[in-house]
């Protein structure tokens, strides 16, 4: 990438902050007026209603940023600096699906099968346009897979990532920040391969999440000055965090050159929610709860167990999240570990980071599982 292409990107994150800081008060605003609220419950962790909508901001200030960007660069170089795939227009009609699922949900409220199935729909577009995941990168000695399995694998990837990025949504600053950090992680890469289109849409959605996590982390829910992102803003996430994943770990030469690290990099990026959802659903099959029952098993909730505050949960995952990021970079880039190995390390990793938790849990009298 040259020097005029890191501007773009630059330039594409500036114009969605701003975005996020004009749009975001308005959907307050229209929350308060319409008493659109996420109500407190023995469930949650919030105390006053909070408007719900933050989510809706996503979307537009991401695509805004990315329009407005290639506007001012054109005008200054007058060369096109981007190309339109198939698989971006099909990734814009899935995320248009769970996007508007999320609205939806957020406004009038929908089913948990209703929005499973939307989802398994607009992942099983991914495949079906051509863009899988092919290859394994020697995980259990397996590299190559066809074409079959690698759309299955797809598909229940991105529908676990995005219902990972929604289940952990569950106190100030979470989910949006370990999505800022993935998104940021995801940016490095792509712009490594020197793939514009996608740095500059991460790059967008990052800029809007700036405002998001600036209102949800520090507003003043008294002054109608703080707000959650609602599903319409998880799923979007989710969804988007998923896409990332596959494309980044599919193997293509026509695309970019082929890296072994490709989908172990991918995972790092999302190891702290993904790894907790399947915790979370471990213990719910051995204490034999329904697996699509929420509780307060998550590892944010733990944590709060311990005595901390919400602040100091969300310090604590990050700097778990960012670890795990330093870790796996060390481990591909100095010793060359295999994948399946690495895996391993990091499983054990964050079994010993739970059994730490449990123990102060224990020590404080409270009960481990909710």
């Known amino acids: 990438m040259g020097y005029i292409h890191y501007l773009l990107i630059f330039l594409t994150f500036v114009i969605s902050i701003f975005a996020g800081f004009f749009m975001i008060p308005q959907i307050m605003n229209f929350c308060q007026a319409k008493k659109l609220y996420d109500i407190p419950n023995e469930r949650k962790m919030h105390k006053n209603a909070i408007p719900r909508l933050g989510g809706i901001s996503f979307m ?21 600096h981007v190309t339109i795939s198939l698989w971006t227009c099909t990734f814009f009609i899935s995320l248009v699906l769970i996007y508007g699922v999320g609205l939806v949900d957020d406004i009038i409220g929908l089913g948990a099968k209703t929005k499973f199935v939307v989802q398994i729909a607009a992942a099983t577009l991914m495949p079906l346009s051509g863009l899988y995941i092919n290859n394994l990168y020697g995980f259990m000695g397996i590299h190559n897979i066809p074409f079959l399995a ?48 996608y740095s500059i849409l991460i790059a967008g959605l990052m800029g809007v999440l700036v405002p998001y996590l600036y209102f949800n982390i520090l507003g003043d829910p008294a002054k109608n000055r703080k707000i959650f992102m609602g599903d319409s803003g998880s799923l979007t996430l989710g969804f988007i965090l998923g896409f990332l994943f596959v494309k980044f770990s599919m193997v293509n030469q026509n695309v970019m050159a082929f890296h072994k690290d490709g989908l172990i990099l991918s995972i790092t990026m999302l190891i702290v929610p993904t790894f907790d959802v399947v915790r979370v659903v471990i213990l719910r099959i051995l204490h034999r709860r ?74 404080r009298g409270s009960v481990i599982f909710e």
């Open 290 to 363: 329904h697996l699509f029952q929420a509780d307060k098993n998550h590892i944010h909730h733990k944590l709060m167990r311990m005595g901390l505050s919400q602040h100091q949960a969300l310090g604590i995952i990050i700097a778990v999240a960012i670890g795990f990021t330093v870790l796996n970079a060390l481990i591909t880039l100095a010793f060359d570990l295999n994948l399946t190995y690495t895996l391993i390390i990091d499983i054990i990793l964050f079994i010993l980071f739970n059994q730490i938790i449990d123990a102060k849990i224990r020590r």
């Open 60 to 80: 537009p200030s991401m695509l805004l940023s990315f329009l407005l960007a290639l506007v001012v660069m054109d005008k200054m170089t007058g060369e096109e």
């Open 150 to 197: 690698g759309a299955v694998l797809t598909v229940f990837i991105i529908v676990f990532i995005d219902n990972a990025i929604n289940l952990i949504d569950g106190i100030d600053g979470l989910a949006g920040g370990l999505s800022l950090l993935a998104l940021a992680g995801f940016l490095l890469c792509f712009m490594r391969e020197g793939i514009l289109t």
